[in-house]
């Protein structure tokens, strides 16, 4: 059955001369009108919250693919969009803009979500010296972390949207159980590892790394703009050497420089290990998504690790 044709069942008796009387034009009105607005930050909150909403949303990322999500800023039309959503989802912490960007766009019906939120975050890792500490929201690198965004925004959906409170729920149980497989092809893959140490761009994959034992050594810290000074290069180029690591990891949004510069130094090679922060053309050409993605990750690491 076509969604809106079940919306205006739904819709009862009392509208249903409205949807008949003004032929196609109104049935297809009525179906976009009954949908929720779910307005996303970045790729995975974008993903997570289709997964949950399945038909029942119409739900838009605001930072493009190809953006990297660290240093993005909302324009006006992103602010019309924000204000104009029935549900906002962001992960937290990346989105230094959310607080100022909710408030001057004040809305009563809005659920907000901060996907992050209830899980207990790391500190970053120090690598900017003389800096006041920062948490690293990276959560939704680690498929068990994940599993609580999802639910968190299978929740505000809920709020969102009581009528509908059901297929939340089982669209959320459905995809959380490919977390949960995804979490296991992990933990056997990486248990038996050679190496535990691999080195990355920037400090995306703490909670991936804490989750299944290993260590991530970032040449970056939490952003992937700070770029490292000529001692920290140093230190990692030496850690590198100690742990015989033969892998240096970059990612698909940033630029691969320094990364480049440490596996010259040490003669490494060099793979992309993808912190999710944003698809890319070829990414969407080749139907990725979370799981495709992390799948890919778990491949690149299990490789680098038995060196
Ligand atoms: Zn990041």
Not at 74 to 80: E, G, N, R
Request: charged share 25%; net charge negative.
């Amino acid at each position: 059955m076509k969604s809106w044709l079940k919306k205006s069942i739904v819709l009862g008796a009392g509208l249903s001369f409205i949807l008949t009387g003004c032929g196609n034009q109104a049935k297809e009105a009525a179906s976009t009108e009954g949908k929720l607005k779910v307005v996303t930050t970045f790729y995975p909150m974008y993903e997570f919250s289709k997964q949950v909403a399945g038909d029942h949303a119409e739900v838009v990322a605001l930072i493009p693919s190809g953006a990297e999500p660290h240093d993005w800023e909302p324009s006006a039309k992103d602010m019309a969009a924000i204000k104009d959503a029935d549900v906002f989802v962001y992960n937290g912490i990346v989105e230094g803009w959310v607080d100022s960007a909710l408030s001057s766009a004040a809305s009563e019906q809005r659920v907000v979500v901060e996907a992050s939120k209830g899980i207990s975050l790391m500190e970053g890792e120090e690598h900017e010296h003389g800096e006041e500490s920062h948490l690293d929201p990276h959560v939704w690198l680690d498929p068990v972390l994940a599993q609580q965004e999802v639910r968190a925004i299978q929740a505000a959906l809920e709020q969102a949207d009581p009528g509908n409170k059901k297929d939340y729920e089982k669209n959320a149980d459905q995809y959380i159980a490919k977390l949960q497989e995804l979490d296991h092809a992990f933990k056997e893959a990486l248990s038996n590892a050679k190496h535990k140490e691999f080195v990355t761009q920037h400090a995306a994959f703490g909670y991936l790394a804490k989750q299944y034992g290993l260590t991530q050594v970032p040449i970056s810290g939490l952003s992937p703009e700070q770029e490292p000074s000529p001692d920290e290069m140093a230190e990692v180029v030496e850690f590198a050497k100690e742990h015989q690591v033969r892998t240096i990891f970059f990612e698909t949004l940033v630029d691969p420089k320094v990364a480049q510069v440490v596996a010259d130094e040490i003669g490494a090679e060099t793979a992309v290990l993808n912190p999710l922060e944003g698809l890319t053309a070829e990414d969407i050409r080749n139907n990725l998504d979370y799981i495709g993605i992390m799948t890919h990750n778990l491949e690149a690491l299990k490789a680098a690790l038995n060196k």
